[in-house]
Every structure is written in structure tokens, then in C-alpha cells.
T-cell receptor, first 111, second 109 residues
Framework: DGGITQSPKYLFRKEGQNVTLSCEQNLNHDAMYWYRQDPGQGLRLIYY???????QKGDIAEGYSVSREKKESFPLTVTSAQKNPTAFYLC??????????FGPGTRLLVL | RKEVEQDPGPFNVPEGATVAFNCTYSNSASQSFFWYRQDCRKEPKLLMS???SGNEDGRFTAQLNRASQYISLLIRDSKLSDSATYLCVVVWGGFKTIFGAGTRLFVKA
């Protein structure tokens, strides 16, 4: 089945630790996105990539990093510089002007 | 002014009611418009695209008013299963996608 997968579903981070969230898509989409959603809030864009080996900062990129070495993969690293990382992280992909498709999300909690 | 603004909600309606959501956007160069539905603790899922001529999908009707820069979603004969958060989405510049904060709908028996 075509779609977007994210792993893990839940992730626990210790203070000072970097963690990486996985996002894979087999839809052959060029563009991929990372969003953060806090309780009762809308989606905020962290990073996006329009094409392999290229990515752009979104509205809240500080404390995060990404890579886009392969078309199907867009991992997000939450670094120790992100002081308030607890949130629901959503990955999405899109082709041209079509709609975005979302993965099931990863909930990140700080221990 | 936010780039995309939605009715604050929550909307509490009885089963069978008709409910309407509005969404305004600030960028007149916006190209594509969508309504997404998000259930609690789940990812957003596309409900319907919004076309200039208006479009309908069963009990759901979406409309776009480019002159006034707003889109709307009308839900007729509300069901309990319609309870969710509805997100307005606007796209411009090819890849720039902006999500509204969402409007929560509660349909009660």
C-alpha cells in the first residue's frame, strides 16, 4: 500500500539528548514536510524539502535539523537546543499542487 | 493578522443539525484550498478540496470566495461521527502550505 510511515509512535527523550524521528514515503512525492502540533493548537511548520538534497527552514526551525538524502526519506532530529520538545510531530508529503498526505505522527515526551 | 484564520469554536450541535465553518486567508495569491479533518490524537486527513465553483460531497459542501478571501464548509444532517477538529488549509507559491488553528465540532445525541 502507498503511504507515509513514521516511527516510533512514542519517543521519550532525556534532557540533553538528541533524538531522531523517522519519516518514509512510497508515494514518489517530491515535497516533504515536518510539522509540530501542541495540545489544542494548529500545525506549525518546522522544515520542508521540495527536492532531494535541498530543504528549507519553516516557522519554528530552531533546535531541529533535517536531511533529505533520499526522495523517500526525511528524518527529523530534535536536538538538545530545543528546550520544549514535548509535542505531536507530523510528517507529510505532497506532489505539485495536490493535497498533503500525513503520516500517523510521533509523540515526543521528555523524561 | 494571521495568514489563515478560522472560527474559534468549539461548536456544540445536536445530531441532525446543519453547521457552517468559515475561514479567511490573507494572501490574495493563494492557489489551492482544502478542508482537513483531525480526530483526537490522530493525523489530519483530507476531507475535501475547495474549488472556485463550489463543490459538494454528500453532506459536505465547500465554497470559495476569492474576492472576500474566505472559504467555508457546510455540514448538513450532522452525525455523532462528525465530531472532530476541522482544519482550513491554504497553499500558495507552489509549496507554501498554511494550516488554520482548527475549529472543534462536538455533535451530541
Amino acid at each position: 500500500d502507498g503511504g507515509i510511515t513514521q516511527s516510533p509512535k512514542y519517543l521519550f527523550r532525556k534532557e540533553g539528548q538528541n533524538v531522531t524521528l523517522s519519516c518514509e514515503q512510497n508515494l514518489n512525492h517530491d515535497a516533504m514536510y515536518w510539522y509540530r502540533q501542541d495540545p489544542g493548537q494548529g500545525l506549525r511548520l518546522i522544515y520542508y524539502s521540495q527536492i532531494v538534497n535541498d530543504f528549507q527552514k519553516g516557522d519554528i526551525a530552531e533546535g531541529y535539523s533535517v536531511s533529505r538524502e533520499k526522495k523517500e526519506s526525511f528524518p527529523l532530529t530534535v536536538t538538545s537546543a530545543q528546550k520544549n520538545p514535548t509535542a505531536f510531530y507530523l510528517c507529510a508529503s505532497r506532489q505539485n499542487q495536490e493535497t498533503q498526505y500525513f503520516g500517523p505522527g510521533t509523540r515526543l515526551l521528555v523524561l | 493578522r494571521k495568514e489563515v484564520e478560522q472560527d474559534p469554536g468549539p461548536f456544540n450541535v445536536p445530531e441532525g443539525a446543519t453547521v457552517a465553518f468559515n475561514c479567511t486567508y490573507s494572501n490574495s495569491a493563494s492557489q489551492s484550498f482544502f478542508w482537513y479533518r483531525q480526530d483526537c490524537r490522530k493525523e489530519p486527513k483530507l476531507l475535501m478540496s475547495v474549488y472556485s465553483s463550489g463543490n459538494e460531497d454528500g453532506r459536505f459542501t465547500a465554497q470559495l470566495n476569492r474576492a472576500s478571501q474566505y472559504i467555508s464548509l457546510l455540514i448538513r444532517d450532522s452525525k455523532l461521527s462528525d465530531s472532530a477538529t476541522y482544519l482550513c488549509v491554504v497553499v500558495w507559491g507552489g509549496f507554501k502550505t498554511i494550516f488554520g488553528a482548527g475549529t472543534r465540532l462536538f455533535v451530541k445525541a
